[in-house]
């Protein structure tokens, strides 16, 4: 995983890229997997939450509310693949 993070002005959140080999699951859309990857790597899945989805949104640039849906169809998806294998 490759973190890169730049100087910004204070108040504005830094871009962070994560890049990671996670193989595709075709029923999961890329913008939810980008979710999936992005809160696990960050330790959403975590007790307690290393981040919480208003902080995934942030660094997604999409709303808290947006976060917590995918991360809720995102399980979802993966075990309804999964399972019909």
Request: aromatic share 2%.
């Amino acid at each position: 995983m490759i973190v890169r993070s730049t100087a910004v002005p204070k108040g504005v959140f830094p871009v962070r890229s994560v890049r990671r080999s996670v193989p595709a699951i075709p029923s999961i859309p890329a913008i939810g997997r980008s979710a999936l990857v992005l809160a696990s790597d960050r330790g959403h899945f975590n007790s307690p939450r290393d981040v919480t989805t208003a902080e995934l949104g942030d660094e997604l640039g999409i709303t808290q509310q947006a976060v917590a849906s995918r991360l809720r169809r995102g399980p979802d998806q993966i075990l309804e693949t999964a399972l019909s294998e």
